[in-house]
């Protein structure tokens, strides 16, 4: 299974991205599906998560400017980014969590992508 995440870019703060993540491969029995990001020299933390069902969590700086979505048919989940802000530049990473057919857990990530919101 690979995570193909895309998107990230320069924009100018203000402005709007949409970041994209396609799961490729055989899986199945997705439950979670995330993006995190990792700012430079900091830890990586939650930006936004979607569960089976559609209930959403995101994490408190985001709240109210980014939309996480998904599209189950294609395995792909988005992360729609309104009103960023210089403190959002980070590497985002997009996240699966689920039960495969065996009945055993898989956490998968993507390579990541680079955001950078300049002021």
């Known amino acids: 299974v690979q995570l193909q995440a895309s998107g990230g870019g320069l924009v100018q703060a203000g402005g709007s991205l949409r970041l994209s993540c396609a799961a490729s491969g055989s899986i199945f029995g997705i439950e979670v599906m995330g993006w995190y990001r990792q700012p430079p020299g900091k830890e990586r933390e939650l930006v936004a998560a979607?569960?089976?069902?559609?209930?959403?969590n995101y994490g408190d700086s985001v709240k109210g400017r980014f939309t996480i979505s998904r599209d189950s048919a294609k395995n792909t989940v988005y992360l729609q980014m309104n009103t960023l802000k210089p403190e959002d530049t980070a590497v985002y990473y997009c996240n699966v969590l689920g039960v495969s057919a065996a009945d055993l857990q898989y956490d998968y990530w993507g390579q990541g992508t680079l955001v950078t919101v300049s002021s």
């Open positions: 979607i569960i089976n069902g559609g209930s959403t």
